[in-house]
Protein backbone atom coordinates (compact mmCIF):
# COMPACT_ATOMS: atom_id res chain seq x y z
CA UNK A 1 0.00 0.00 0.00
CA UNK A 2 1.19 3.68 -1.20
CA UNK A 3 2.02 6.07 1.84
CA UNK A 4 0.59 9.20 1.23
CA UNK A 5 3.03 12.07 0.65
CA UNK A 6 2.81 13.05 4.24
CA UNK A 7 4.32 9.79 5.47
CA UNK A 8 6.63 9.64 2.82
CA UNK A 9 8.40 13.21 3.66
CA UNK A 10 11.55 12.12 5.02
CA UNK A 11 11.56 14.95 7.91
CA UNK A 12 7.96 13.44 8.65
CA UNK A 13 7.44 11.02 10.94
CA UNK A 14 4.44 8.86 10.02
CA UNK A 15 2.00 9.98 12.52
CA UNK A 16 1.66 13.46 10.44
CA UNK A 17 -0.60 15.01 13.35
CA UNK A 18 -4.33 16.60 13.97
CA UNK A 19 -3.23 19.29 11.17
CA UNK A 20 -3.17 16.67 8.74
CA UNK A 21 -6.82 15.82 9.75
CA UNK A 22 -7.64 19.69 10.16
CA UNK A 23 -6.01 20.30 6.34
CA UNK A 24 -8.21 17.29 4.74
CA UNK A 25 -11.04 18.67 6.59
CA UNK A 26 -10.51 21.72 4.68
CA UNK A 27 -9.54 19.85 1.26
CA UNK A 28 -13.32 17.71 2.15
CA UNK A 29 -15.24 21.36 2.77
CA UNK A 30 -13.74 23.14 -0.25
CA UNK A 31 -14.46 20.46 -2.51
CA UNK A 32 -18.06 19.44 -0.76
CA UNK A 33 -19.30 22.47 0.89
CA UNK A 34 -17.57 25.36 -0.87
CA UNK A 35 -19.81 27.95 0.79
CA UNK A 36 -19.36 27.23 3.73
CA UNK A 37 -16.75 30.11 5.37
CA UNK A 38 -14.86 28.05 8.25
CA UNK A 39 -14.19 24.64 9.61
CA UNK A 40 -14.96 23.40 13.27
CA UNK A 41 -12.65 20.89 14.81
CA UNK A 42 -12.90 19.51 18.50
CA UNK A 43 -10.54 16.80 20.24
CA UNK A 44 -12.54 13.57 20.57
CA UNK A 45 -11.15 12.95 24.25
CA UNK A 46 -12.89 16.31 25.71
CA UNK A 47 -16.06 15.51 26.90
CA UNK A 48 -17.77 18.36 27.72
CA UNK A 49 -17.84 20.65 24.84
CA UNK A 50 -18.81 24.05 25.51
CA UNK A 51 -22.48 24.04 23.85
CA UNK A 52 -21.56 27.77 22.31
CA UNK A 53 -18.47 26.58 20.87
CA UNK A 54 -19.12 27.88 17.83
CA UNK A 55 -20.88 30.92 18.03
CA UNK A 56 -17.95 32.24 20.15
CA UNK A 57 -15.06 31.04 18.08
CA UNK A 58 -16.89 32.56 15.37
CA UNK A 59 -17.63 35.97 16.95
CA UNK A 60 -13.58 35.92 17.81
CA UNK A 61 -12.56 35.31 14.01
CA UNK A 62 -15.04 38.16 13.28
CA UNK A 63 -13.71 40.65 15.69
CA UNK A 64 -10.24 40.39 15.06
CA UNK A 65 -10.60 39.26 10.84
CA UNK A 66 -8.60 35.81 11.90
CA UNK A 67 -8.56 33.17 9.86
CA UNK A 68 -8.33 30.78 12.55
CA UNK A 69 -10.25 31.28 16.15
CA UNK A 70 -9.33 28.63 19.11
CA UNK A 71 -10.63 27.82 22.78
CA UNK A 72 -8.61 28.94 26.01
CA UNK A 73 -9.02 28.94 29.36
CA UNK A 74 -6.59 29.06 32.22
CA UNK A 75 -4.30 30.98 30.31
CA UNK A 76 -3.94 27.87 27.89
CA UNK A 77 -4.76 27.31 24.08
CA UNK A 78 -7.04 24.86 22.83
CA UNK A 79 -5.66 24.52 19.36
CA UNK A 80 -7.97 21.47 18.51
CA UNK A 81 -11.03 23.28 19.70
CA UNK A 82 -10.79 25.95 16.77
CA UNK A 83 -12.68 27.69 13.59
CA UNK A 84 -10.56 27.71 10.65
CA UNK A 85 -10.92 29.20 6.93
CA UNK A 86 -10.05 27.06 3.89
CA UNK A 87 -8.14 30.32 2.77
CA UNK A 88 -5.21 28.68 5.25
CA UNK A 89 -5.32 25.16 2.97
CA UNK A 90 -2.52 25.97 0.79
CA UNK A 91 0.28 27.15 3.60
CA UNK A 92 -0.80 24.81 5.93
CA UNK A 93 -0.53 22.05 2.86
CA UNK A 94 3.15 23.85 2.40
CA UNK A 95 4.29 23.85 6.45
CA UNK A 96 3.17 20.16 6.85
CA UNK A 97 4.41 18.41 3.20
CA UNK A 98 7.63 20.54 2.92
CA UNK A 99 8.64 21.94 6.11
CA UNK A 100 7.18 18.79 8.80
CA UNK A 101 5.28 21.11 11.12
CA UNK A 102 3.40 18.97 13.68
CA UNK A 103 2.70 20.79 16.28
CA UNK A 104 -0.65 22.81 16.66
CA UNK A 105 0.93 25.46 18.72
CA UNK A 106 3.48 26.32 16.24
CA UNK A 107 1.13 26.22 13.34
CA UNK A 108 -1.44 28.92 15.77
CA UNK A 109 1.49 31.25 16.47
CA UNK A 110 2.59 31.43 13.26
CA UNK A 111 -0.77 32.37 11.78
CA UNK A 112 -1.65 34.69 14.77
CA UNK A 113 -4.50 32.94 15.44
CA UNK A 114 -7.22 34.62 17.95
CA UNK A 115 -9.05 33.22 20.92
CA UNK A 116 -12.07 32.83 22.61
CA UNK A 117 -11.66 32.27 26.49
CA UNK A 118 -14.01 30.02 28.70
CA UNK A 119 -13.44 29.96 33.07
CA UNK A 120 -12.16 27.06 34.35
CA UNK A 121 -14.60 27.39 37.15
CA UNK A 122 -16.96 25.05 38.32
CA UNK A 123 -14.27 22.71 36.05
CA UNK A 124 -12.54 22.99 32.76
CA UNK A 125 -14.56 22.74 29.82
CA UNK A 126 -11.56 21.59 27.79
CA UNK A 127 -11.06 18.78 30.42
CA UNK A 128 -9.70 15.93 28.60
CA UNK A 129 -9.36 12.21 29.38
CA UNK A 130 -5.94 10.51 28.59
CA UNK A 131 -5.48 8.01 31.90
CA UNK A 132 -7.94 5.86 33.84
CA UNK A 133 -7.60 8.97 36.57
CA UNK A 134 -8.54 11.83 34.05
CA UNK A 135 -11.98 9.00 33.71
CA UNK A 136 -12.28 9.11 36.86
CA UNK A 137 -11.99 12.79 37.44
CA UNK A 138 -14.65 13.41 34.31
CA UNK A 139 -16.95 10.57 36.26
CA UNK A 140 -16.69 12.61 39.14
CA UNK A 141 -17.39 16.23 37.31
CA UNK A 142 -20.88 14.91 35.96
CA UNK A 143 -21.53 13.39 39.26
CA UNK A 144 -21.60 16.63 40.37
CA UNK A 145 -22.52 18.88 37.38
CA UNK A 146 -25.47 16.49 35.43
CA UNK A 147 -25.52 19.08 32.63
CA UNK A 148 -21.71 19.50 31.94
Known amino acids: MKKSALANNSKNSDHAGPLAGILAGLDWMTAHAPHARMLLSVAVDGPFLPSDLAARLSSAAMRDA???ACAASGSRRHGVYALWSPLIRD?????LVTDGLRKVDDWLTAQQATTATWPTAPFDPFFNINTPEDLAEAERILERFPNA
Open 91 to 95: DLRHR
Open 66 to 68: ASI
